[in-house]
C-alpha cells in the first residue's frame, strides 16, 4: 500500500472517530480493520470538529473514500443513495469533458493542420511576389 | 457523542458535491483489493 493511500486512511480513520458510534457499527467490521492497521501512524492528522468537513484542507482521496462509505453504508434511504449517485456520474461527465476539451486529438489535429495550411499560405503568397517581381524586371530590363 | 460539525458534513450533500464516480469506484477498489489480499494471506495462514 502506498504512503499516500496509508495517509488518506490516517485521514478518514481520525474523522470516523469524531463521528456517533453508529456511524461506525454501519460499517463493516473488516473494512474498519484495514482503514486501522494499514493507516501511516505517523501522519498529525488535524481535524476540527468545530469546522464543517468541507471547509477544511481534506485530500480529495479522503472525501472520496467518506463519499464511499456514505452511499454504500450510511446513506438513510435509496433516494439519498441515488441522489448521491446522480451527483457523482454529473460531476464525473463534466471532468470527462474537461478532459476532452483539454486534450482532443481532433483538437490537435486541426491545430496542426491549420499551421500547414498557415505556411502553405506564405509560401503562395512569397511564390506570387516573386513572379510578380521576375515580371517587373524583364519589363525594366527590356526597356 | 453529541452531534458535531463534522457529522452534519456527513449526513449533508456539500462535502460530496465536487466527487466523482470514478474516484468513488476507485476508493472501493483499492479497499476489496486490499481486503481479497489479507484474506488470501489468512487462508495461507489455516
Keep these: 500500500m502506498s504512503e499516500y493511500t496509508k495517509r488518506v486512511y490516517s485521514e478518514t480513520f481520525a474523522i470516523l472517530q469524531l463521528l456517533q458510534e453508529e456511524f ?3 460499517i463493516p467490521e473488516n473494512l474498519i480493520e484495514i482503514l486501522k492497521t494499514e493507516k501511516d501512524d505517523n501522519y498529525i492528522v488535524n481535524i476540527n470538529p468545530n469546522i464543517p468537513l468541507e471547509e477544511q484542507d481534506l485530500d480529495p482521496d479522503t472525501i472520496s473514500l467518506l463519499a464511499m462509505l456514505k452511499v454504500d453504508y450510511w446513506c438513510e434511504d435509496e433516494n439519498e443513495k441515488n ?9 464525473e461527465e463534466e471532468e470527462q469533458e ?5 486534450y482532443n486529438p481532433d483538437d490537435l489535429f486541426k491545430e496542426k493542420t491549420s499551421k500547414i495550411e498557415d505556411e502553405q499560405l506564405i509560401q503562395y503568397k512569397e511564390s506570387g511576389i516573386k513572379k510578380f517581381l521576375n515580371k517587373l524586371f524583364s519589363f525594366i530590363s527590356r526597356k | 457523542m453529541e452531534k458535531n460539525k463534522i457529522q452534519e458534513s456527513i449526513e449533508g450533500q456539500k462535502l460530496f458535491s465536487k466527487v466523482t464516480k470514478s474516484s468513488v469506484d476507485k476508493a472501493r477498489n483499492v479497499i476489496q483489493q486490499y481486503s481479497n489480499k489479507r484474506q488470501e494471506k489468512e487462508g495461507e495462514y489455516k
Design chain 1, 83 to 91: 441522489e448521491l449517485l446522480e451527483i457523482f456520474n454529473k460531476n
Design chain 1, 98 to 102: 474537461n478532459l476532452r476539451e483539454q
Design chain 1, 24 to 26: 461506525m457499527n454501519k
